[in-house]
């Protein structure tokens, strides 16, 4: 079973066996506008809490998207290499941004839970 857990920085990050998958919520592709780019992270990089790991660029801004928590980038979303608008019709679906490994679960603690990311935009 997996859980969807959420930074102040609007990230969203979804553990299932180990594996974390993370993208940009629904508020900060609004935010942002229209995609045009994603810089995506090579595979087997480490990474640390607060990390840059991605840069998305829409017709407004670029923006820096953080890692959420410890552990090593296993894969990239390669279709938004082609699609960057998949994160804007899809964000917490196909327009994920990448899976990395979990280094230390206990870290997951300190993210909020979709009610009280719901009360940091409202």
Known sequence: MS?????EDHEWIRVENGIA???ITDYAQEQLGDLVFVD????D???SKGDTVVVVESVKAASDVFAPIDGEVKSANEALSSEPG???????GDGW???MSVADESQL???LDADAYKK???
Do not use: D
């Open 3 to 7: 859980k969807t857990y959420y930074t």
């Open 21 to 23: 998958t993370v993208g």
């Open 40 to 43: 995506l992270p090579s595979p």
């Open 45 to 47: 990089t480490s990474v």
């Open 86 to 92: 998949l994160v804007n019709s899809a964000p917490e």
């Open 97 to 99: 941004l990448w899976t």
């Open 109 to 111: 603690e300190g993210l």
């Open 120 to 122: 940091t935009i409202a």
